[in-house]
């Protein structure tokens, strides 16, 4: 059974920074990519960053120059530092890996999620 745990939500006053933390725990072989996605109210979810096994990253649009996305393959953990964050950064945030499992193989796997509110 694989598990991916996330923390670090909260609510922030517009331009403040939080960090959003994702652990991978269970039978894993390995972790090919770890990212962030987030769905606003009314709203597609959608790719926030993401990251492979060798460091590469991916950004969305919206984000870029202020969010940063960081990993520890020794860890399994991924970690979103958002800084100057916006009230349209408003929403619940979700960590997703694409990972080999020692037990089903290669698949997606996503965190329960985690509520970030940007509000004066």
């Known amino acids: 059974q694989v598990q991916l745990v996330e923390s670090g939500g909260g609510l922030v006053q517009p331009g403040g920074s939080l960090r959003l933390s994702c652990a991978a725990s269970?039978?894993?072989?390995?972790?090919?990519?770890m990212g962030w996605y987030r769905q606003a109210p009314g709203k597609q979810r959608e790719l926030v960053a993401a990251i492979t096994s060798g460091g590469s990253t991916n950004y969305a649009d919206s984000v870029k120059g202020r969010f940063t996305i960081s990993r520890d393959n020794a860890k399994n953990t991924v970690v979103l530092q958002m800084n100057s964050l916006k009230p349209e950064d408003t929403a619940v945030y979700y960590c997703?890996?694409?990972?080999?499992?020692?037990?089903?193989?290669?698949?997606?796997?996503w965190g329960q999620g985690t509520q970030v509110t940007v509000s004066s």
């Open positions: 269970g039978s894993i072989f390995s972790i090919y990519t």
């Open positions: 997703k890996s694409r990972l080999r499992s020692v037990v089903a193989g290669t698949s997606d796997y």
